[in-house]
Antibody, heavy 119, light 110 residues
Framework: QVQLQESGPGLVKPSETLSLTCTVS????????WTWIRQPPGKGLEWIGY???????NYNPSLKSRVIMSVDTSKNQFSLQLTSVTAADTAVYYC?????????????WGQGSLVTVSS | QSALIQPASVSGSPGQSITISCTGT?????????VSWYQQHPGKAPKLMIY???ERPSGVSNRFSGSKSGNTASLTISGLQTEDEADYYC??????????FGGGTKLTVL
């Protein structure tokens, strides 16, 4: 059974960079798309973007200027960086796997990591 | 890209059937049979319930079914059970390798 686990700081100061890592266990990171999705407290889901195991990435146009994703196949990990954060970036951040080797649905999810942006 | 439109809430009694709609545009839902649905219980991660409009992952009850007509996709839950009470989100491919979620629907089982 594939499992995903997010890790990273729970508190980030405004204007700084949010960094999260997702560790994949129980399966290989290869040949799949890996996605980041966030959910502000009490609100709905927002797709941030995805990265293929080869490193090819695509981002939500509304966040594209501030998002960088990377993948480390040797560690079975992929990462998210979101720059110049504000309070509006406070959310639970989920990592997820693209189902069936595709990028348009998500069959395995991490438990989520709450990141609060505050000074 | 704008969020897909879902009703804020729906309700039903145990044993009944309910349908949750997800309305997009000709640029997303209407153009691709790539709609998925997720169930989210409070404090938990979302769970995949339907993908590619009508497909059900292994382990998901056949009480859950999906459909699409034009720019609107729908999730139907038959034989409502108390454990179905949760938030439900639709998601669609929106072209140019982009994805968009619906605003979410809170299902209450009375």
């Amino acid at each position: 059974q594939v499992q995903l686990q997010e890790s990273g700081p729970g508190l980030v100061k405004p204007s700084e960079t949010l960094s999260l890592t997702c560790t994949v266990s129980g399966g290989s990171i290869k040949y799949f798309y890996w996605t980041w999705i966030r959910q502000p407290p009490g609100k709905g889901l927002e797709w941030i973007g995805y990265i293929y195991y080869s490193g090819n990435a695509n981002y939500n146009p509304s966040l594209k200027s501030r998002v960088i994703m990377s993948v480390d196949t040797s560690k079975n990990q992929f990462s998210l960086q979101l720059t110049s954060v504000t309070a509006a970036d406070t959310a639970v951040y989920y990592c997820a796997r693209g189902g069936g080797g595709y990028n348009y649905y998500f069959d395995f999810w991490g438990q989520g990591s709450l990141v609060t942006v505050s000074s | 890209q704008s969020a897909l439109i879902q009703p804020a809430s729906v309700s039903g009694s145990p044993g009944q059937s309910i349908t949750i709609s997800c309305t997009g545009t000709s640029s997303d839902v209407g153009s691709y049979d790539l709609v998925s649905w997720y169930q989210q219980h409070p404090g938990k991660a979302p769970k995949l319930m339907i993908y590619e409009v009508t497909e059900r992952p292994s382990g998901v009850s056949n009480r859950f079914s999906g459909s699409k007509s034009g720019n609107t996709a729908s999730l139907t839950i038959s034989g409502l059970q108390t454990e179905d009470e949760a938030d439900y989100y639709c998601c669609s491919y929106a072209g140019r390798t982009s994805l968009v979620f619906g605003g979410g629907t809170k299902l209450t089982v009375l």
